[in-house]
């Protein structure tokens, strides 16, 4: 760990202070003095630090550039070197903003993430292209730089990585290995799941709960994805090639199907009863997941018509829930929670703007949509909500 | 609810930053185990609004021949005059501050509202064309329900609807995926009106601000002038060979300037960002043409070892800039 975690400590207060401020316990000046009380790291709000992150990228690849200018000499050599020591300039640089203090800056975040990526690439060069391998190697650096400057995105590659790791070494068993990949998978995230909540339970230090807790919302969603019937008949036909003809199933369909329904319901239940909040979102999207698969393969309705349907559906179950929950005080509620309030207000005019927003000079062709000098495409052609 | 949020509440009062009343306050908030749904069933109007008006639109589009103009319009006009009498029934009249309702249903409401009559109203120029060939209008009209709507009902969503209406109306499509596609290179005269029409976005702010008339919907106006302005300035800069660069690169210094001092009125960390975003690519842009004109990238080589240097300037300098943002806001 490279960064302080008596700052570490002192950001999280920070935070607390934050939400405190916007839920109106504490007031603006107060805020400000703690803010200036406690030591604070160079850190950015998510706009800057994507800003910063680009700026990142230029800086990294421009050195990267400069470097292959002075060293290259059409050698083959050079080719398989380069991508390491663009890795130790990635590590040079992310050591040094982790020293003055960057964190969450966006600078910082270019350079692991660069420094993970040539790193990648550089394995599969010299492996040539095996992909366990890589596997394994991205897997390794990604949990050492997640160790040494808690940059819990590179969490998220740590996971990816790993459950490649999973999915490789299976291959490496044959057939075999291929057919129990899906219980595999699944008794995987279910054990991490379990261990991933108990660490948290058990948890001191308060700056490794968003790491763990990113664990633990990828294994819900890799456990959901290992026995989803629509992915494991399209991997079944990917990766043993075998042919599904009409009449014929998958073994252990019933298996799958009744995975598919349940498990999103199980979550929902879950969510709402711990009040969980991430839970509750995967969950959502599990159902809509969920449903897509039961179009795909036993669909009733031409997609406009259930669109149109769902939408008055959707409608009237967020109408009754409102309805229900809308005098509550305590608990599960429709009144918005002081301390975590989230406000998008500005975002969703965006996106109406996006989806709905009209467009000059569309010529009358065959859509009854669109008109002369301003078509309105309010239909938005593509169904893919 | 993360067990770690209690313990920082602690150690904020051990550490005397917060008051022995405060602390018993968000105790008391905290035991109420509040889990709000808030967020999640709004999105869900607003995604069933959504998915309604596009199985609607589908619907029409592929059923034209079966089902009738007639029905069609009629059942539109049914579904609109549903929606605008549950809000009218319900909001409060017209007031000139930000306004909420009661019941956040209404809000969906009028969104869909409008976007069916907008459906409605193109429908009818297509097959009745009771605009004639006058396309402009039948863009026009809709744009001015939208604003009625937007401004009598306080919605944004309404109100940015009506703002790509108005841009269509003269020709450019400002939808946020679109922007970067319009033909500002090839057609110049395109480029003024898109300038123009960013220039009157913003002399309407500063009308509205001063009859304080919705000035929440400021963000929203400004947001769309910037990003008008600045593309349609950037894409003549990178196309133009002839001198009428120059004319662009000074309107966005000036739109530039302008957008400084605006956000740092606003305190929006957005407009101060991407103003400095399409700020930094004008100057990469003006200093490339310069360097060309001296014939600088014979020594390309040269180039690739300043590079580095160039971008841990830029990086300071932009470090720098956003300090001195933050300290202001506070």
Request: net charge neutral.
């Amino acid at each position: 760990m490279v960064h302080d975690t008596k700052l570490l400590e002192d950001l999280a207060l920070l935070e607390e202070a934050n939400s405190l401020l916007n839920a109106g316990f504490i007031n603006k000046e107060q805020f400000n003095s703690i803010k200036k009380e406690l030591p604070d790291f160079k850190q950015n709000s998510i706009l800057v630090q994507i800003g910063f992150f680009f700026l990142g990228v230029f800086l990294y690849s421009s050195i990267c550039c400069a470097i292959s200018l002075l060293g290259i000499d059409g050698s083959e050599v050079f080719w398989k070197i380069c991508f390491y020591i663009f890795t130790i300039i990635g590590i040079t640089g992310a050591e040094f903003l982790a020293k003055e203090k960057y964190y969450q800056h966006g600078l910082d975040d270019a350079f692991i993430v660069g420094t993970i990526l040539n790193f990648g690439i550089a394995v599969g060069i010299t492996s040539d292209g095996y992909e366990l391998v890589i596997a394994i190697f991205v897997a390794l650096i990604s949990f050492l730089m997640y160790r040494r400057y808690l940059y819990t995105p590179a969490m998220l590659i740590f996971c990816c990585a790993f459950t490649a790791v999973l999915f490789y070494g299976l291959f490496e068993f044959g057939e075999i290995g291929k057919t129990i990949l899906p219980f595999v998978a699944m008794l995987t995230s279910l054990g991490f799941y379990f261990f991933s909540k108990k660490a948290i339970k058990d948890l001191k230090e308060k700056y490794y709960y968003n790491g763990l807790l990113l664990i633990n919302s990828f294994c819900l969603i890799l456990f959901y994805l290992s026995c989803n019937y629509l992915v494991v008949r399209e991997l079944s036909v990917m990766l043993l090639d075998n042919e599904i003809r009409p009449g014929e199933d998958i073994p252990f369909a019933f298996f799958f199907w009744s995975f598919t329904a349940i498990v999103p319901l199980v979550y929902l239940y879950q969510a709402i009863k711990i009040h969980d909040r991430i839970m509750l979102w995967i969950s959502f999207l599990a159902i809509a997941f969920s449903i897509f698969t039961i179009r795909t393969y036993h669909s009733v309705l031409p997609i406009e018509i259930a669109l149109a349907l769902g939408g008055v559906a959707l409608f009237a179950v967020a109408y009754l829930s409102i309805q229900k929950l809308k005098y509550k005080e305590t608990g599960l509620t429709f009144k918005p929670d002081r301390i975590n309030n989230s406000n998008a207000i500005n975002a969703e005019a965006l996106i109406v703007a996006s989806t709905f927003g009209m467009k000059p000079e569309v010529k009358p062709q065959n859509s009854p949509m669109e008109f002369g000098g301003g078509g309105f495409s309010g239909g938005g052609s593509d169904g893919s909500f | 609810m993360n067990k770690f949020d209690e313990e920082s509440v602690k150690s904020l009062l051990e550490r005397n930053f917060i008051t022995e009343n405060q602390f018993n306050e968000i105790k008391a908030y905290r035991s109420l185990n509040i889990f709000s749904l808030n967020a999640e069933l709004k999105l869900f109007l607003y995604l069933s609004v959504l998915m309604f008006t596009s199985g609607i639109g589908i619907l029409i589009y592929q059923n034209i021949d079966t089902i009738g103009h007639i029905a069609i319009l009629s059942i539109l006009l049914i579904a609109i005059v549903v929606c605008f009498f549950y809000c009218f029934k319900h909001s409060k009249g017209f007031q000139k501050n930000e306004t909420i309702f009661e019941n956040p249903v209404i809000e969906y409401l009028v969104l869909a509202g409008s976007i069916l009559s907008c459906i409605f109203m193109g429908y009818l120029q297509f097959q009745y064309k009771p605009f004639g060939e006058h396309y402009g209008l039948a863009t026009l009209v809709p744009t001015i329900f939208s604003f009625f709507v937007a401004y009598y009902f306080d919605n944004r969503s309404v109100l940015s609807i009506a703002i790509t209406g108005l841009a269509a109306y003269i020709g450019i499509s400002v939808t946020p995926q679109d922007l970067v596609n319009n033909d500002f290179h090839t057609t110049q005269n395109l480029s003024y009106s898109a300038i123009a029409l960013g220039g009157l976005l913003v002399l309407w702010t500063i009308y509205s601000s001063r009859i304080a008339l919705k000035t929440h919907f400021n963000f929203i106006y400004l947001t769309f002038a910037l990003h008008i302005i600045s593309i349609a300035a950037i894409s003549n800069l990178l196309d133009s060979y002839d001198l009428t660069w120059v004319i662009f690169a000074a309107v966005l210094a000036l739109s530039s300037f302008y957008f400084y001092k605006i956000s740092y009125e606003l305190k929006s960390i957005s407009l101060y960002v991407f103003m400095i975003i399409y700020a930094y690519i004008g100057v990469n842009i003006v200093l490339v043409k310069f360097l060309n004109f001296i014939e600088f990238f014979d020594f390309w080589e040269l180039f690739i070892l300043i590079l580095p240097a160039y971008f841990i300037g830029s990086i300071v300098l932009f470090i720098k800039l956003i300090k001195k943002f933050n300290k202001e806001k506070l």
